[in-house]
Nanobody, 115 residues
Framework: QQQLVESGGGLVQPGGSLRLSCAAS????????MRWYRQAPGKARELVAS????????IYLDSMKGRFTISRDNAKNMTYLQMNSLKPEDTGVYYC????????WGQGTRVTVSS
């Protein structure tokens, strides 16, 4: 069964940091581009960051550039999102998925940035 499990979210003050993790299982991880998405309250899910299969190419939503870093460990079937200088507008549920996407998304991990 193909599965993605996100973790690492929480409540953090503005300016703080979090590291999100995504554990993949049930498929051969290394050939796939992996992505992080965010769904803010009342809004549609949006792409946050993307990393190619061997990690050589990364793409970020403009508002995340310089603050977020996506990485992966193919030996551990893991994808990470290091989030620094967090802002209240970064609040939301964060999900990971591959390209092409697994139809059943994980439960996501909630990030709340608030003082």
């Amino acid at each position: 069964q193909q599965q993605l499990v996100e973790s690492g979210g929480g409540l953090v003050q503005p300016g703080g940091s979090l590291r999100l993790s995504c554990a993949a299982s049930g498929f051969t991880f290394s050939p796939y581009t992996m992505r992080w998405y965010r769904q803010a309250p009342g809004k549609a899910r949006e792409l946050v960051a993307s990393i190619s299969s061997v990690g050589g190419t990364t793409i970020y939503l403009d508002s995340m550039k310089g603050r977020f870093t996506i990485s992966r460990d193919n030996a551990k079937n893991m994808t990470y999102l290091q989030m620094n200088s967090l802002k209240p507008e970064d609040t939301g549920v964060y999900y990971c998925n591959r390209i092409p996407a697994i139809l059943t998304w994980g439960q996501g991990t909630r990030v709340t940035v608030s003082s």
